[in-house]
């Protein structure tokens, strides 16, 4: 699955680096790494409608085999989506030591990256309230799926989403597909689709693995190093975006422009 791949490929190219804290808040779960020096966060959407009473065994040894490097590739097994949170934001936090988004990249929205016309149809996998809204009078239609049932509003669920994904021109996914496993039904049933994002804080991973495997724009989030310990005082105090994107930068890469 694309999670394991990613994980060996963003694994294999990242080397003594350290894993030094971690922790679950109520919208971003975390981990903080270490190499020469430089610390940096990396962040993945906590699935809160998804944990179970094992999640907190689960995640105490989890934390163990990230600190003593023992195939963390395997967390991507785990039942556990929490765990597989954990991993995602590991992961994330590698990508920072060893990919720099290119200076046109930082501070551009996806929404102006991609290109839109008023004969899409563009599914919005996971509801991005921002993404919606700017695509409202701008594409033909919008098809918002969204696997959580409290937010799901006027969404349809994800059980809808082979069908509904073949009818979309353009494909704009949340990172935490990656935490519950959807985004391979994503590139499943993404056949006729010009354009497909992956967004948000969780989807901060090492761009080119992904545009590998089909994924054309990858927008994500850089907590700067200097502000790691206001970032997780504002996770681990329930905040979400809102609270922590004032300290760092959101970048858009395109295929064409990430080298």
């Given at each position: 699955m694309l999670l394991d791949a990613l994980c060996r490929e963003i694994t294999s190219i990242t080397q003594s680096i350290e894993v030094v804290g971690a922790g679950v808040g109520v919208r971003y779960t975390f981990v903080v790494t270490v190499s020469s020096g430089r610390r940096f966060m990396g962040m993945a959407y906590t699935p809160i409608e998804d944990l179970t009473h094992g999640d907190s065994r689960a995640m105490l040894e989890a934390y163990e085999v990230l600190k003593k490097g023992r195939d963390p590739c395997s967390l991507a097994e785990s039942p556990y989506p929490l765990v597989k949170s954990l991993l995602v934001a590991y992961l994330n936090s590698l990508t920072a030591h060893v990919y720099e988004p290119p200076p046109n990249a930082v501070g551009?929205?996806?929404?102006?990256?991609?290109?839109?016309?008023?004969?899409?149809?563009?599914?919005?996998?996971?509801?991005?309230?921002?993404?919606?809204?700017?695509?409202?009078?701008?594409?033909?239609?919008?098809?918002?799926?969204?696997?959580?049932?409290?937010?799901?509003?006027?969404?349809?669920?994800?059980?809808?989403?082979?069908?509904?994904?073949?009818?979309?021109?353009?494909?704009?996914?949340?990172?935490?597909?990656?935490?519950n496993d959807t985004i391979d039904t994503v590139l499943e049933y993404s056949?006729?689709?010009?354009?497909?994002?992956?967004?948000?804080?969780?989807?901060?991973?090492?761009?080119?693995?992904?545009?590998?495997?089909?994924?054309?724009?990858?927008?994500?989030?850089?907590?700067?190093?200097s502000n790691v310990g206001e970032v997780i005082k504002a996770l681990t105090l329930g905040g979400g975006t809102g609270e922590v994107y004032r300290y760092g930068y959101k970048y858009v890469v395109t295929h064409r422009s990430s080298t």
């Open positions: 551009a929205d996806v929404l102006d990256v991609m290109e839109f016309d008023e004969r899409d149809v563009v599914a919005v996998v996971g509801y991005i309230g921002p993404v919606i809204k700017g695509l409202r009078g701008r594409v033909k239609e919008i098809i918002i799926l969204e696997r959580n049932p409290r937010r799901r509003g006027q969404a349809l669920p994800d059980v809808s989403a082979p069908r509904a994904l073949k009818r979309a021109t353009k494909v704009i996914a949340t990172g935490a597909t990656l935490v056949t006729n689709a010009e354009a497909i994002a992956l967004v948000g804080a969780t989807a901060s991973l090492h761009p080119e693995p992904l545009f590998r495997r089909g994924i054309n724009v990858v927008a994500g989030f850089r907590v700067l190093p």
